[in-house]
């Protein structure tokens, strides 16, 4: 397997290296050596979290697409429609109400009469779920949002509890704690976005 490391879009050139390993697998009758797409990690604080994200939402996914295979990449990616239920960071255009475009790394697609495959160890969005998220535009879409530090970029809110990623619940915010009270979390996502404001 090939392994693609630093932050999600940085990754474009190495994965033009390794796409004809790919299509060798594929033409001799095989699956194809899915890539693995590493992500880097969140900061040590919250307070870094909010800095280094563009946007963080609490919303709900609509709606959520089927894998593509992408260009000139060749990685698999899905799209989610998420719609905001509060803006706690970014540009007032993304306010309560409105819908963003986030992209997840992973799935298996074909294009072509290719098949191509993209592993990423990070839950899929699915409609109806109720989650926190920290965003950053892509590249070369500013429109496609992507999810900063891969599970450590999203909370997953099941009734009043919000689970807290293993490496985010080290952070002393958090004192080891694998769920917090959905509110208590937005209480402490809002002071953060105060704080790195101000800064």
Same mark, same amino acid.
Not at 85 to 109: R, Y
């Given at each position: 397997?090939?392994?693609?490391? *630093?932050?999600?879009?940085?990754?474009?050139?190495?994965?033009?290296?390794?796409? @004809?390993?790919?299509?060798?697998?594929?033409?001799?009758?095989?699956? #194809?050596?899915?890539?693995?797409?590493?992500?880097?990690?969140?900061?040590? &604080?919250?307070?870094?979290?909010?800095?280094? $994200?563009?946007?963080?939402?609490?919303?709900?996914? !609509?709606?959520?697409? @089927?894998?593509? %295979?992408?260009? #000139?990449?060749? +990685? %698999?990616?899905?799209?989610?429609?998420?719609?905001? !239920?509060?803006?706690?960071? *970014? #540009?007032?255009?993304?306010?309560?109400?409105?819908?963003?475009? +986030?992209?997840?790394?992973?799935?298996?697609? $074909?294009?072509?009469?290719?098949?191509?495959?993209?592993?990423?160890?990070?839950?899929?969005?699915?409609?109806? =779920?109720?989650?926190?998220?920290? !965003?950053?535009?892509?590249?070369? =879409?500013?429109?496609?949002? /992507?999810?900063?530090?891969? =599970?450590?970029? $999203?909370? /997953?809110?099941? *009734?009043?509890?919000?689970?807290?990623?293993?490496?985010?619940?080290?952070? @002393?915010?958090? $004192?080891?704690?694998?769920? +917090?009270?959905?509110?208590?979390?937005?209480?402490? !996502?809002?002071?953060?976005? &105060?704080? +790195?404001?101000?800064?």
């Amino acid at each position: 397997m090939q392994r693609i490391a *630093g932050r999600c879009f940085f990754f474009l050139l190495v994965v033009l290296t390794v796409t @004809p390993i790919l299509g060798q697998g594929q033409s001799q009758g095989r699956k #194809p050596l899915p890539l693995i797409v590493d992500v880097e990690g969140p900061p040590p &604080t919250l307070d870094g979290m909010m800095s280094r $994200a563009e946007i963080v939402v609490h919303g709900t996914v !609509l709606t959520s697409h @089927p894998p593509e %295979v992408g260009q #000139p990449s060749r +990685v %698999v990616s899905r799209r989610s429609e998420i719609k905001v !239920l509060e803006l706690l960071k *970014g #540009p007032s255009k993304h306010a309560t109400g409105s819908v963003l475009s +986030v992209q997840q790394f992973g799935g298996t697609a $074909a294009r072509g009469g290719e098949e191509f495959a993209t592993a990423y160890n990070m839950k899929i969005l699915q409609p109806g =779920d109720e989650v926190v998220l920290f !965003l950053s535009a892509g590249r070369n =879409d500013k429109t496609r949002f /992507w999810i900063e530090f891969g =599970d450590a970029g $999203a909370f /997953w809110v099941s *009734g009043e509890l919000a689970e807290v990623d293993p490496v985010v619940a080290r952070m @002393p915010t958090f $004192a080891n704690r694998r769920s +917090v009270p959905k509110d208590d979390l937005l209480v402490l !996502l809002r002071q953060s976005a &105060t704080r +790195v404001r101000k800064h």
